[in-house]
């Protein structure tokens, strides 16, 4: 998967493509959804092994929130997860606060603590 930069595109959203690029070069290249499945559990879908498993049960490395370039209600919220199932890396991406779907707000709270701090230095 390749996120080449756009040159056109603002810097805010750049900011995003930075991180995901960063994620990428650590090994996170997939990116995990909210399950579809309402079951009232708080799961989140492998693209990989198509499976579902509970948010809680996912390894977190790090996490970061990406305050939005024009709008401070629009922040995005970027976790670097590890597949239960079969252990393939990617990331999580969700708006953050009241921007967030209630399934999205369910899986950012069931997930564990991040292991280690980002692996960069936001400013
Ligand atoms: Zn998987």
Redesign the pocket.
Known sequence: MNHDPDPGIPSGALQLIEVLQLAEANGHATEFEVAADASGHDCLW??????E?SASSYERAWSLRLEGASDPADMLHVSALT??????RGVFIAPFGPAASQRQASVLRALPKAQCAIPLSPD
Do not use: G, H, K, M
């Open positions: 492998c693209p990989y092994c198509e499976v498993s597949c239960p199932n079969c252990a393939t």
